[in-house]
DNA sequence: TTATAAATAAAAACCTTTTTCATTTACGGA
DNA sequence: TCCGTAAATGAAAAAGGTTTTTATTTATAA
């Protein structure tokens, strides 16, 4: 696991600071997806003054990057989690204690079933939902 | 089409008022998912007094009777969305002018490159999240 | 070491969604 | 058809999370 946070902000064009990189080692140590408020309950052990929006901005900085991830939660607030994997998978979040699981299959009924035996987790619902841009939409747009 | 919607409210133990009606007749005729403020624009044209609330509370119920979709989107704003397929089915959606196509098939690599080539809609990104109860959480929880 | 652009704190604003509560309405049973 | 009651609604306010603004501080390149 890469631990060179300030490398990590450079490559940003982020300017490395003690709070910046903070958040990182927060945000890299939880194996849970986290929302702001979380992350700033955290920030204020370890700086006396630290604003909620600075924990905003940064986390947006972060996830624009690419460092760290949104979370599509079914209660439609802001989350964030670390990914250890950096190929193309798939999140099974519990959505009682936040813990967050990396998938490395990518079929869904199957998933599913094989996901519940595995592991003895009950799947509650999924999501799949193609984001784009249609025929239509795509003169001028991306 | 089942457009028999005083129907569709008794089986929901919903009293069929002239607003819930009207709801849902706005809702079946949008090939586009629409905020609540969306109905509440159009709900205002056909009732003289007509509170924001009550739209929020009515697509609510609806929703949670299985009549109408939540759309999930990453703006993390609320969207409903009168689906025509009854069966397990999935959605394109696009972000700029908000129709919906409603997807017959499953998978997803595959699924996409399908997609795109089919109705020359540009895909930007897409959500496979399953939401559950861990293991851990599953002692008193569903 | 200094200049400068970027980052921050603090406060306020914003916007969507929900709650509260008094009034009105739908509708099953007389 | 009329009533009684629970459900639905409007209006206003509150809640809650997120973002903006602005003056100050900080990181870093020259």
Same mark, same amino acid.
């Given at each position: 696991?890469?631990?060179?946070?300030?490398?990590?902000?450079?490559?940003?064009?982020?300017?490395?600071? =003690?709070? %910046?990189?903070?958040?990182?080692?927060?945000?890299?140590? *939880?194996?849970?997806?986290?929302?702001?408020?979380? !992350?700033?309950?955290?920030?204020?052990?370890?700086?006396?003054?630290?604003?909620?929006?600075?924990?905003?901005?940064?986390?947006?900085?972060?996830?624009?990057?690419?460092?760290?991830?949104?979370?599509?939660? =079914?209660? %439609?607030?802001?989350?964030?989690?670390?990914?250890?994997? *950096?190929?193309?998978?798939?999140?099974?979040?519990? !959505?009682?204690?936040?813990?967050?699981?990396?998938?490395?299959?990518?079929?869904?009924?199957?998933?599913?079933?094989?996901?519940?035996?595995?592991?003895?987790?009950?799947?509650?619902?999924?999501?799949?939902?193609?984001?784009?841009?249609?025929?239509?939409?795509?003169?001028?747009?991306?």
């Amino acid at each position: 696991m890469d631990t060179n946070y300030f490398q990590t902000l450079k490559e940003l064009n982020l300017k490395a600071t =003690p709070k %910046r990189l903070a958040i990182l080692e927060i945000m890299a140590l *939880k194996p849970v997806y986290v929302s702001p408020e979380d !992350v700033w309950q955290e920030m204020r052990m370890r700086f006396k003054t630290i604003g909620l929006p600075t924990v905003y901005r940064n986390l947006d900085e972060l996830a624009s990057g690419g460092v760290i991830t949104k979370i599509i939660n =079914p209660d %439609r607030q802001l989350y964030y989690f670390f990914c250890q994997k *950096k190929h193309h998978h798939h999140h099974f979040i519990c !959505v009682f204690c936040h813990r967050i699981e990396e998938l490395d299959f990518c079929a869904i009924r199957e998933m599913e079933t094989e996901f519940e035996r595995k592991t003895g987790s009950k799947i509650l619902s999924h999501i799949i939902q193609i984001n784009g841009c249609c025929k239509k939409c795509r003169k001028g747009n991306p």
